[in-house]
């Protein structure tokens, strides 16, 4: 049996910071910003908290106030580096959960998760049912690593078809917690974008979303993996 790199298997690869830069300006730039409204903010993948730290960083010091921050993260040791990171700012709300994302989405209801460091403890149901934004990187992890059966797995809960990479269930879990009008600013695979395989998430996207922007990098390699990225904005659709 092939053996995979623990990084591989888990697909984590951390968001350079020009990146998460650029994703969170593009966000916040669809944002009307109002004294008055809370903005909460999902990484549901959110590692050493990168993308957390550069939305609260370009969002102006005046409206920290106003954010409300959630990030999930299977790996202790990085959400500890996350809370060591965010706990500097004077948020509304600083919300960090070691979870699996994709496990929550069915089961939020039911279950009660403890926070982490000491901080408020707050129901599932209530976190994943008022995010406005949602920022994230989620893992790149592909069918042969998957295995079989986590793979179909996945794609009997998330309605996949096809070959199925982690981060096509990422995009149907988030999709299925986004306030109707939220934003998803998300970097991914750029496969999915013409390959046979990624036409069951093509069409999954255009039918939720209103597609603000679609950036293909091509070749620009930015992780350690094999991993040509795109980074997709859209605002999701009212029905």
Not at 74 to 97: I, P
Not at 149 to 157: F, I, N, P, V
Not at 174 to 195: A, H
Not at 232 to 238: S, Y
Request: net charge positive; charged share 25%; glycine share 4%.
């Amino acid at each position: 049996m092939k053996k995979y790199s623990a990084q591989k298997t888990s697909g984590a690869h951390f968001t350079p910071n020009q990146l998460a830069n650029y994703v969170a300006i593009n966000l916040i730039n669809q944002i009307e910003l109002n004294s008055n409204k809370t903005i909460n903010v999902l990484d549901p993948s959110c590692g050493d908290g990168e993308l957390l730290l550069a939305f609260i960083n370009n969002i102006p010091v005046k409206f920290h106030k106003n954010i409300s921050i959630y990030g999930i993260e299977f790996d202790l040791d990085s959400l500890k580096k996350t809370n060591e990171r965010l706990k500097q700012f004077k948020l509304k709300e600083l919300y960090l959960n070691t979870a699996d994302f994709l496990e929550m989405i069915p089961e939020w209801k039911l279950k009660n998760q403890p926070c982490l460091f000491d901080l408020e403890t707050t129901s599932d149901l209530d976190i994943l049912n008022k995010i406005d934004v949602i920022i994230a990187n989620p893992p790149y992890v592909r069918t042969q690593i998957l295995g079989s059966e986590k793979a179909q797995k996945l794609s009997k809960k998330f309605n996949l078809a096809g070959r199925v990479d982690l981060y096509h269930a990422f995009l149907v879990a988030m999709t299925s917690i986004l306030s109707d009008d939220g934003l998803l600013g998300v970097i991914t695979s750029n496969r999915f974008i013409s390959n046979r395989a990624g036409e069951n998430i093509r069409n999954y996207l255009q039918s939720n979303y209103e597609i603000i922007k679609l950036i293909d990098l091509g070749d620009t390699k930015l992780f350690e993996a094999a991993v040509l990225p795109a980074i997709f904005f859209g605002r999701k659709k009212k029905y």
